[in-house]
């Protein structure tokens, strides 16, 4: 985040006080500063890489007090291997540096526990203070992903469930995170695998109203939607289309909305152009 601040021209640094060294700003005002002047790549999900690192942020801050709930590890895992995506995307996007050369995918987080296949009760040990401090964190989660989904984003980009070869098999949403918290349950949280087209769970009309409704110009038509797939070969990228082997139609991803949603009129037009002077004869 201070990065891109840094390439936009701003400080990262607060204003210097008298007799104090130079500090430079917080995570949550380089997120706040990187929000409020738009600076997020395009093609990235903005609200969702917000709201997924706000929450790591949030666990970080109540390290203290979640310790008697070792079972929130399989809470926050979906959030880690997200985030390790985003930053990865994000990085690529914004200065052409991509991890993959220099880390093997081995190295997504092992400090929580993955998850399994049933959803359970949570145990929290000892006091009921510690059920409230849990219940409190779950809240916060419950509604940073709230507000991502609110602001037209998909919760894929804040909290996903991979398998070991980086399929999305579960995209997580708040409803996801409304577990039983107790100081007498048995289990442990953990999430239950859905099919992969979970991922892509937006049809063409869905994916247009979506992505009208965040991009700022005239409304996209139909037509536009099939000149951009010519243009770019979106059926074809399985980040942002996918169609089930007896079916017609395709159906897209989060992806495809952040990613139709940072191009402006001007390419949409001479998109347009191309595709209607391919059609004549």
């Known amino acids: 985040m201070k990065a891109t601040l840094r390439r936009a ?18 995570l949550d005002d380089a997120l706040g500063r990187v929000d409020a002047g738009e600076l997020w790549p395009k093609g990235t999900d903005g609200a969702a890489i917000l709201a997924n690192v706000k929450a790591l942020a949030e666990y970080r801050d109540r390290a203290i007090h979640l310790y008697n709930a070792p079972s929130l590890g399989s809470v926050i895992y979906p959030f880690l291997q997200q985030n390790v995506l985003n930053f990865r995307d994000f990085m690529v ?27 359970q009760f949570m145990r929290v040990d000892k006091s009921a203070s510690a059920v409230a401090e849990v219940q409190d964190f779950l809240d916060e989660l419950r509604r940073l992903m709230d507000a991502a989904e609110a602001a037209g984003s998909d919760t894929a980009r804040v909290a996903t469930v991979y398998d070991i070869n980086l399929q999305s098999v579960k995209k997580l949403t708040s409803a996801d995170l409304a577990v039983a918290v107790s100081s007498t349950a048995k289990g442990q949280i953990v999430w239950k695998k859905m099919d992969p087209n979970q991922t892509h769970p937006y049809s063409t009309s869905d994916l247009l109203a979506r992505v009208n409704k965040r991009r700022k110009g005239r409304k996209l038509t139909s037509y536009d939607y099939a000149a951009i797939c010519w243009k770019e070969g979106l059926r074809d990228n399985q980040k942002y289309a996918w169609k089930h082997s007896n079916g017609s139609s395709y159906v897209w991803s989060g992806d495809a909305v952040a990613h139709l949603s940072s191009y402006d009129d001007k390419y949409y037009d001479s998109v347009k152009a191309e595709y209607t002077k391919s059609r004549t004869p």
């Open 93 to 119: 996007a914004k200065f052409n540096k991509d991890l993959a050369d220099s880390i093997t995918w081995q190295l997504l987080p092992l400090g929580a526990s993955a998850p399994g296949d049933a959803v």
């Open 9 to 26: 021209g701003q400080s990262i640094f607060y204003r210097k006080q008298r007799n104090q060294r130079y500090r430079s700003i917080a």
